[in-house]
Every structure is written in C-alpha cells, then in structure tokens.
C-alpha cells in the first residue's frame, strides 16, 4: 500500500511540472491533470502488482495497461478541459511516457 502511495506521489511529481511545460498552466489544468493520475495511477498499479503476485506480469501486459492510461487520461482532459484533441493526446501520451520511463528506474 505504501509503494502504490509513493508511485502516486512521483506520477504526479513528474506529471504535472512537465504538463506545466506543455503549456497547461492554469489553475483548473493543474488540477485535472493531477486527478486525472489520481483516478488512472492506482488501478494500474494495483493491476501490476496483481500480476506480478500471479507472476503474469510482463512488458506486454504492461504496455497494454499503459496505453489505457493513456487513453483514459485523454478523454479525461478532452472531458474536462474541451478544446484540442490532438493537443490533449499528445500532452497525456508525453507525461505517461515520462512517467512510466521515471517508474522504470525508480522501481
């Protein structure tokens, strides 16, 4: 419970600085981009650390689930925020990639 935490934490450490720099400045932005790793980030991670419990949990699985996110985050900060699609799709598939990169060698 307390390694999910922290990747929590350190998603959203690495996340939004970097949305920041991709220009989602303002208050409202911010925030959904931090909830939008609070409601993605410990589904993915729990799902991981079940796998991994099953030992099932390799970089096929782990990509896929990867990709949801990235997804899911989309749609949220197209829901969310409206505007440019393409723009928001990029911005989600850029800080996950940040993110997931950063995970892989933290942990």
Known sequence: MTTMFIALVLTILIETPIAWALGYRSRNETITVVLASVITNPPLNFIIALAAYEMTAGAPLILVLEA????????????????????????????????????????
């Open 68 to 107: 949801a996110v990235v997804i899911a985050e989309w749609r949220i900060l197209l829901y969310a925020l409206g505007g440019d699609s393409r723009r928001h799709f990029k911005t989600s598939l850029i800080i996950n990639a940040a993110s997931y990169l950063s995970g892989f060698l933290f942990f």
